[in-house]
């Protein structure tokens, strides 16, 4: 795409145009000047209520967490305070997106076979538990090395680990992904991500707003 040529075609249909033409040109350029300051704003506004959002989870839990685990006994730099925090969280999201997948696949077990089928979940409450707990106290007692891009892109594509393993057992081997075309693991797994970080900066939003008005 040329720029310069679409520019001078530009000027030279605003030249040749009759009145109506460029009046109708001169409102176009206003309205698309007016949304680029619009988008601009929004863009402001928008990084200014992350931020709110991360300095109230700053306040909120990272430095009440460093400042009383030290007096049980465990250590944290604020580094393995997020760590912790992100892989926590995405462990206890993704159990449960594994409960609910295995809700519908069992439902879709019991449709096929005409026999209701319950589905044994205490594995991933389990899980949903003890893995949290795991990690902060191999964080708070040890001081492990953080891989922290690894950690990044586990919790980004965690629905990958659910959903690959499950596609090649179909492929290769005696297996019915019973859940496939009922239930995304990917759109649920974000929803509750999202969800979660909306929720902290509304709050932190509210908080905000209640300091500036105290």
Known sequence: MDLSKEVNELKKSFKEGNMLTKIIMGIGFFITLSSLTEL???????????????????????????????????NYTELEIHVATISSICIAIGMRVQIMGQKVAFR????KY???????????LIAAIVAPIGIWLW??????????????????????FIV???????????????????????????????????????????????????
Request: net charge neutral; glycine share 6%.
């Open 139 to 160: 964080y708070g007692l040890n001081n492990p090395t953080i891989y922290i891009w690894w950690v990044i892109f586990v919790s980004m594509f965690l629905p990958l």
């Open 40 to 74: 601009s704003s929004k863009i402001i506004a928008w990084k200014g209520f992350i931020w709110d959002g991360l300095r109230f989870y700053q306040s909120i839990f990272v430095e009440p967490v460093s400042s009383l685990s030290s007096h049980i006994g465990l």
């Open 164 to 214: 690959v393993p499950k596609i090649i057992l179909t492929k290769f081997c005696d297996y019915e992904f019973f859940e496939q075309g009922n239930f995304s693991y990917f759109k649920s797994y974000y929803i509750y991500i999202f969800s979660l970080l909306l929720i902290i900066c509304i709050l932190a939003a509210i908080n905000t707003g209640l300091t500036e008005q105290g």
């Open 108 to 111: 879709n077990i019991s449709e």
């Open 114 to 124: 005409g026999k209701e089928v319950i589905p044994n979940l205490t594995f991933f």
